[in-house]
């Protein structure tokens, strides 16, 4: 009989543990909180920065561990620590005894209606990055106006942001601005795109060239300065204040619409198990890996594996690292004892 893995969180770090897994030969049993497995993948539209349709990942994931076990709309109740391994109970009611776990539950968009300031949820115009994307992926939105003659992009909303409780760089929603920039321009070609930064963070492969296409292709607007306040004209449309800090001087620009880049926060569903089993926390409110430069898959507990954004912001391509990294650690794991 084939050995349980019980894997928390049904994202492409499950998707892809699962799929190793199996080929490892274990019996790799996802437990997933929504209806459809994918996480935020699932929801986006284009990945950067190939602009691979971000549906076809998940879908080809999904036909690769079509022989895993999957409980969808499913959360664990409580974990138990036994004497060689995890009793996982869920919330169907159903018992899996395990003796390794692995934790990939992700992140969670960071809440806009707290930076009170940019008007989410109140003004009618200001969106989320993942508002746009189910709008690019046919959901409508009335909030989307036909013709925007100007779309303002708000960098690091709830990032390396000590009020927001959040010091971290999410790393992704620079470049998700630029594509999402360049999407915009792409459907709008009139309109004018301003991107209101504090620092432009373009570490991974082909980011960089993305940034000077938007500029040189598209003609996006790039301005260095924090959004200070969003009011709402008597035409609906937004009047937004910003402070130009590389030209010296305030800004006041009238908008059609803008899209605060929510950042990531950890998925609660970790934290809950983290405190059921013990876990370590880092100050970030994420996971803490045992050791953050050699075993960043391995937590502080025997049997206990990480991937993907549960320690901390990652990519996909990091994610999908960390997941076929945490299969074989687990694989090595069990074949220690
Ligand atoms: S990646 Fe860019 S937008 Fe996101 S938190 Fe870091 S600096 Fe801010």
């Known amino acids: ?7 928390i969180g049904g994202g492409i770090a499950g998707m892809e543990a699962a799929k190793q897994l199996l080929c490892l030969g274990y019996n790799p049993i996802i437990v ?10 699932s929801q986006w539209h284009q990945l950067f920065p190939d602009m691979t349709p971000a549906q076809d990942l998940v879908r080809r994931l999904g036909e690769e561990i079509s022989e895993a076990n999957i409980f969808l709309e499913t959360t664990v109740s409580y974990v138990n620590k036994l004497k060689d391994g995890y009793n996982v109970m869920l919330n169907n009611g159903v018992n899996i005894v395990c003796r390794a776990l ?40 009335p909030r989307i106006p036909d013709k925007p003659a100007r779309v303002g992009f708000v960098h690091c909303v709830g990032s390396r942001d000590l009020k927001a409780g959040n010091s971290q760089c999410s790393k992704v929603c620079c470049v998700t601005a630029i594509k999402q920039a360049i999407e915009v321009k792409e459907k709008f070609p009139d309109a004018e795109i301003y991107c209101f930064y504090m620092d432009l963070r373009l570490f991974g492969k082909k980011y960089e060239d993305f940034y000077i296409n938007a500029q040189r292709d598209f003609g996006v607007h790039f301005i260095r300065g924090r959004v200070s306040e969003v ?20 800004l006041k620009v009238t908008l059609d619409m803008l899209v605060l880049m929510s950042g990531m926060v950890c998925n609660p569903q970790a934290t809950e198990i983290a405190r059921m089993i013990h876990l370590d926390m880092d100050d970030d409110g994420f996971l803490r890996s045992r050791d953050n430069v050699y075993s960043i898959i391995e937590s502080n507990r025997p049997g206990v594996f990480y991937a993907g954004a549960c320690t901390g912001t990652k990519t996909v391509p990091e994610t999908v690292a960390e997941a076929r990294a945490a299969a074989l650690g687990i694989d090595a794991y069990l074949k220690s004892l």
């Open 1 to 7: 009989m084939k050995e349980n893995i019980v894997i």
């Open 32 to 41: 997933e909180q929504n209806d459809h497995l994918g996480g935020h993948v």
């Open 102 to 141: 692995l934790i990939a539950s992700g992140f969670k968009l960071f809440d806009a209606t707290k930076k009170e300031e940019y008007g989410y949820g109140v003004y009618d115009r200001v969106i989320t990055n993942s508002d746009l994307e189910a709008w690019f992926n046919g959901k409508q939105d």
């Open 231 to 250: 009011g709402e004209a008597i035409d609906g449309r937004l009047q937004v204040k910003a402070e130009d800090t590389l030209a010296g001087k305030p």
